[in-house]
């Protein structure tokens, strides 16, 4: 799935003052270009909210051009969680590694036995060719009973797509009923946010 979204390149224009007239101020890059660029935040918000980190991004650009994109990095302002800058990486014809969402169907055998499903991973990080990135990779659960699980290298991928995490990586368990209370208290620990969105400033304000 594609979205766009307008951008402007970024010549003198201070970050800070950008920030104050409600623009989000970024950069596009790839291993040939880095271009300081800003984007309208109210827009930014609405387009990333959809496509986060998983679809791509066209950015629509003064001089015609539109680049297919993906968003890198979200600095957040450390007291009001908005957005502070945003990474754009650039794609070009070669794999790039990223997150693709998992989508599980079935009902695992183990659920009817009173097992209950813990989807360890949400989202799977794989190489892939901008060409060929799938909305999304199906995970049939239907197989699993009791104390079965999962691994990434079960996954049934893609033409084109390959693993880019551990082949013995859990992506899916059927556990025992008395086993999900633990389970759940070691998911409120984890740390809620995506690992794409970082705290602090990107850019120095002089």
Same mark, same amino acid.
């Given at each position: ?25 970024? /950069? ?6 880095? *271009?300081?660029?800003?984007? !309208? ?5 609405? #387009? ?5 980190? +998983? +679809? #791509?991004?066209? =950015? ?11 968003? &890198? *990095? ?6 009001? &969680?908005?957005?502070? +800058? ?7 014809? !070669?794999?790039?590694?990223?997150? /693709? ?7 695992? *055998? ?7 499903? *813990? ?6 990080? #794989? ?13 049939? #659960? ?7 699980? =999962? +691994?990434?290298?079960? =996954?049934?991928?893609? !033409?084109? /797509? ?20 633990? =389970? ?20 120095? !304000?002089?």
């Amino acid at each position: 799935m594609e979205y766009r979204l307008k951008a402007y390149y970024r010549e003198g224009e201070k970050p800070a003052a950008l920030r104050r007239a409600g623009k989000l101020p970024g /950069v596009m890059y790839n291993k040939s270009l880095n *271009q300081k660029v800003y984007v !309208e935040l109210g827009e930014f918000d609405k #387009v990333f909210r959809q496509a986060s980190i +998983h +679809h #791509v991004i066209v =950015l629509e650009l003064p001089d015609g051009k539109e680049l297919p994109t993906l968003v &890198r *990095q979200v600095n957040l302002d450390k007291r009001r &969680r908005r957005p502070e +800058h945003v990474d754009f990486y650039v794609l070009s014809d !070669e794999p790039v590694e990223m997150y /693709v969402p998992l989508r599980f169907v079935g009902t695992p *055998q183990g659920v009817r036995e009173g097992g209950v499903l *813990q989807e360890v991973h949400r989202d799977i990080l #794989v190489r892939v060719s901008p060409r060929n990135i799938p909305e999304y990779i199906e995970v049939d #659960v239907s197989g699993l009973g009791i104390g079965d699980s =999962l +691994h990434a290298a079960d =996954l049934k991928l893609p !033409e084109g /797509v390959k693993l880019a995490i551990s082949p013995e990586e859990t992506i899916a368990a059927v556990v025992p009923p008395e086993d999900v209370e633990r =389970l759940a208290a070691e998911a409120a620990e984890a740390p809620a946010e995506p690992e794409v969105i970082k705290k602090g400033k990107k850019e120095e !304000e002089a």
